[in-house]
């Protein structure tokens, strides 16, 4: 299975990205300690995890502390070994795009022809944590479960917004 592990880090010179070997990583707690490492003293340190084109993890940590964790979809965890090594510890699932929104939902008349999302994938973790970083839970998960959208894209989206875009796609460059 071949995945692209890049973290951004936000210090007090702004943000910095570095690519992480997950490789022989025992735990997820390993691979926190590899994304403290990046910069021991940063605010914010995101880890994104892309695997074959198909999963994407996040992990945050602030101020090197409190580990949160959101995977795009459950499945990763059984048919990987580096799924179950980031989303194994993962008990709640994701809250529907339904549930984040701030407006009571509405009740559609008929069936929509197709489904705003892929049905198969079912989020995990923590939707929010990149909401006070501009982005909601609600936009992560559509995110997640647009149609077309490689984790890539995701990640390049949500570098964007949170300014650091170029950063990652130097990564992907070398």
Do not use: K
């Amino acid at each position: 299975m071949s995945y692209f592990a890049a973290a951004v880090v936000r210090g007090s010179g702004g943000w910095a990205a570095a690519e992480i070997d997950l490789n022989g990583a025992a735990d997820v707690d390993e691979v926190a300690d590899r994304l403290r490492d990046v910069d021991p003293d940063a605010d914010v340190s995101l880890l994104f995890v892309e695997s074959d084109d198909a999963y994407l993890a996040i992990l945050r940590l602030d101020d090197a502390e409190d580990l949160r964790v959101f995977g795009s979809d459950s499945a990763f965890a059984e048919e990987s070994r580096l799924g179950a090594l980031l989303l194994g510890e993962v008990d709640e699932p994701a809250l529907e795009i339904d549930e984040v929104t701030n407006e009571p939902a509405e009740e559609p008349e008929e069936e929509p022809d197709e489904p705003a999302g892929e049905p198969d994938t079912d989020p995990v973790g923590d939707p929010d944590l990149l909401a006070d970083l501009g982005i909601p839970a609600r936009q992560l998960l559509e995110l997640c479960s647009s149609e077309g959208m490689l984790p890539s894209d995701v990640t390049a989206e949500v570098c964007l917004v949170l300014g650091c875009g170029d950063e990652i796609e130097e990564l992907r460059e070398v």
